[in-house]
């Protein structure tokens, strides 16, 4: 292929609309632009095991994705025993963070996934981008655990309130992004969806000017200024965008499919 591109996609918001869903028509778009030779990099802020079904939906059979905003890089080859390997885990220590948050949002419920891949939670906090369900467990726990991905929710809190919160908690040393409703996700220092995904461009060897991404959300603002060429999501905020080179239609106008079908000429 004279051109093979890097195209770096979200899912929920952009693959999948709000119900969870994908179109006939993106993942056909999608299934194509793999079948054209392009390098499909699924990049999410899913775990894992939510992000494989997704995979398996486009005929991704081998290949990358970027899980966890970036905590997780994942390998897709059917020879391999899984399916498929983690190649690189970036862990911190949730403790700092969670201390400072809660502080402030003593009525969040509080979630992380660990370095082996298991999401533990207060109050039973369960959510369908974990992939696996979630063991309930005390706040200490938290505390002296391994994270890779730390999740903050509360029903009544706005992602205003929650801006709020992580200015007077003064974080340090870590990532984070607020989603669309009162959620805070949270990584390491310096990783996002764009850390992870340069990694993989570089292990492809891709021209930077060759990678496209694709997405609608806050924690895509980096992964968007990232790419060679950043397509938005029609539904997406004002900050996100902003940070895009392009837009598209949106999620329920099949917008990814259009974005898709452009690239294949």
């Known amino acids: 292929m004279r051109q093979r591109r890097l195209v770096a996609l979200d899912v929920d918001g952009t693959l999948l609309d709000h119900d969870g869903h994908m179109s006939d ?20 802020g899913r775990s894992l095991h ?27 080859d059917p020879d391999l025993p899984d399916g498929f390997e983690v190649v690189e885990r970036v862990t911190f220590d949730p403790a700092p ?51 890779v991905r730390l999740v903050v929710y509360s029903a009544t809190s706005t992602p205003d309130d929650f801006a709020e919160a992580i200015t007077q908690a003064g974080l340090h040393g870590v990532a984070y992004s607020v989603g669309w409703t009162a959620w805070l996700d949270i990584a390491a220092q310096g990783t996002t969806k764009a850390s992870a995904l340069e990694q993989v461009r570089c292990r492809l060897d891709v021209d930077p000017a060759l990678t496209v991404a694709m997405g609608d959300g806050r924690n895509d603002i980096e992964m968007l200024g990232w790419a060679g060429h950043g397509v938005v999501m029609g539904q997406a905020p004002a900050e996100v965008v902003a940070a895009a080179d392009a837009i598209t239609g949106t999620v329920d106008e099949d917008g990814a499919a259009v974005a898709l ?4 000429g």
């Open 97 to 147: 963070a969670l201390a400072a948050l809660r502080a402030i949002l003593p009525n969040a419920t509080y979630a992380l996934e660990d370095d082996t891949g298991r999401f533990l939670s207060t109050e039973r906090f369960q959510d369908a981008s974990f992939g696996v369900e979630a063991q309930g467990v005390d706040f200490a726990r938290l505390l002296n655990t391994t994270a």
């Open 261 to 264: 079908r452009a690239l294949l």
């Open 25 to 44: 028509a993106v993942r056909d778009a999608a299934g194509d632009v793999v079948a054209a030779g392009h390098h499909v990099v699924i990049a999410t």
């Open 50 to 76: 939510a992000t494989l079904p997704v995979i398996e939906r486009i005929g991704l059979a081998r290949g990358f994705a970027v899980c966890s905003n970036g905590g997780v890089t994942v390998r897709v």
